[in-house]
């Protein structure tokens, strides 16, 4: 009986009581704007306000957020926008019926910093830029934001797009390295990868473009620092990945920590209104970076947090990052008359836009679903893609002798070095604290299931930081004991991150002194380097016979190492970014601009731009990295020796795999304009491609080049193009250029 009244039930109320968006229906639909404007017109201004406010829910995902006591009272109170660290469909399930406890009942946006992965961890970002792969870059950013989603979150703070030149800056791990290209095609594979097919969708997570502007040119390399630039170059080299974001649908930007000529980010107009706001039409909303609105106090920008919510609500900081700043003071702000009460309305309305898209008013727990949040984590497809994006990241610096691939065959192979079995440092800096009970495959447990007959010997060697060499006898015992013997060294993971600038970026502790200690037992040595930035490591580099830049791979390092070990995967890496000989030579980059002296080679100093004590050339170029076979370029072809302003020219070659193996190469295209005012780098990368070749075939590559790709700013930041000569230049690394030729772009 019971089951027979209530469908009638069901229908007799849906008839007598039609919801608001079926009466709507029935004549034309509600647009989103006009469903804000309708809220926005029932709300007080504290409430408001409250919308502009973002807590941390402590880091903690399981616990309660009372470390400040007041957290969960004043979402009731309609006190509060946005938590972030809030995460997991029961927690944030409960943070939400906090927020339906409200007046107006506005739902909880939940953020989180799922920068590499979110239960399963990917490569660090840097490393799956190493890639240039970006379809595996935007799968990666796809299973996160699928994985977050169904956790709870809402919105991921990343894509960190900050160009970055300088390796001892510790969120060089974060970002995509220093080509503005490259960084921008990864912009935009991030942000689809996040959002998906579109906010709304179950799978989808808010994207987040950060830190603008100009974090990644922090003075020194030190975190937080000044950022003192030409507008030019800000242009030019640091504001294009974040346009990209953009026009990729970035729903909100992050400002950052730095400030830029003298003016905190979050207090930049020019910036966030003039900018962003304005000349990109961005209709999203900007989160302050952590307490970075209190923090001109700091900088010495504002005198207190009255005037620092001030300046930031004026520059286009939607919504407050944990400094109270807001939630304390716009209100008397408003009051006082220093702020009109439409520039907060701008704000909210910004934010609510972004909480309908997500389809929060209809159901605020839609992301909170138990049952689905158990289906979708840690999925064994989600593992195999980190495994397939961890080898793909992989780049081989070096390999004399065809050392590697190692032969199944080998009686044995010596695992020496402190990141032989380590799990933790393979999960990098930013890994969402889930892994605890999840399983991370080290490099020995790796190794154990390609191994077969091969016995495997293990000895730590030394720390990463160690000073002591007492673990060395044992571990030269072990490699005189072997037939190969694979190094594992590198950084721990928080040796690269945020807050983890390093002045001195050698390979760490007595780790090289190892390295000689093994090499001189004569065995064939291979050096895996672990780490998340570049590293000097001269010595290794001259004697070495193999090295294998693997960085931290995440959840699949040991499989993805042992893959390319043993051959199962070809390397195919190429570096993101520019690994010097010293830090003397930082900032060191491809794309520098020619002096009037340029030194011919590396040895002439002769009143000539370089060092009388070092070579100027970096160790490994931008660019650069090896591969099990050989690629040959021949057969350049131009389609016109002159390209008009409005026409395009057509530059074709043959890219050969020459060796026995198959292999993917990454064909690279460079441009210099010759002769430019303002002068214009002596190369840039301007479009790349992946090709996998079979042993012995040959394949025409055929790169367009059009009126964008030859334009710059000059000095009025007017994005022009200049006729006259344009040399091409084409190969695999920046410093290897296999082909050149040059046309003339004309009037
Ligand atoms: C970082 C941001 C991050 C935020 C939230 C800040 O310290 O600079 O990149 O998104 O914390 O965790």
Redesign the pocket.
Known sequence: MIKKIIPFLIVAISLSAPSYSQKKAATTPVSIDEKVNALIAKMTLEEKIGQLNQY?GDRDATGPITTSGDKVDQIKQGKVGSM??VRGAKFTREMQQAAMQSRLKIPLLF?Q?VIHGYRVTFPIPLAEAASWDLDVIEKSARIAGTEAAASGIHWT?AP?VDIARDPRWGRVM?GAGEDTYLGSLIAKARVKGFQGKGLGNLDAVMA?A??FAAYGAAIGGRDYNSVDMSERTLWQVYLPPFKAAVDAGAATF?NS?NDLNGIPATGNSYLQRDILKGKWGFKGFVVS??GSIGEMIQHGYAKDNYEAADVAIHAGSDMD?ESRSYINNLAKLVKDGKVKEDLIDDAVRRILYKKFELGLFDDPYRFSDGQREKKTLNKPEFLAAARDVAKKSIVLLKNENQILPLSKDLKSIALIGPLVKSEKDMQGFWSVDWGKEDHLVSLFEGMQQQAGKTQLLYAKGCDISDTSKAGFAEAIKAAQQADVVVMAMGEKYDMSG?AKSRANIHLPGIQEELIKAIQETGKPVVVLLMAGRPMVFNWTADHIPAIVYTWWLGSQAGNAIADVLYGQYNPSGKLPMTFPRSEGQIPIYYNYLSTGRPAKDDQDTHYRSGYIDMQKSPRYAFGYGLSYTTFEYSGLKLSAAKMGLNEQITVSFTLKNAGNVAGEEVAQLYLRDVVARPVQPVKELKDFQKVMLKPGESKTISFTIDKEKLSFYNEKIEWVTQPGEFRIMIGGSSDAIRLEDSFNLVD
Request: negative net charge; glycine residues 6%; proline residues 0%.
């Open positions: 941390t972030l660290n953020g910093d703070f960190m974060e987040c950060k830190h992050m920590f970076d952590w990052m945020e």
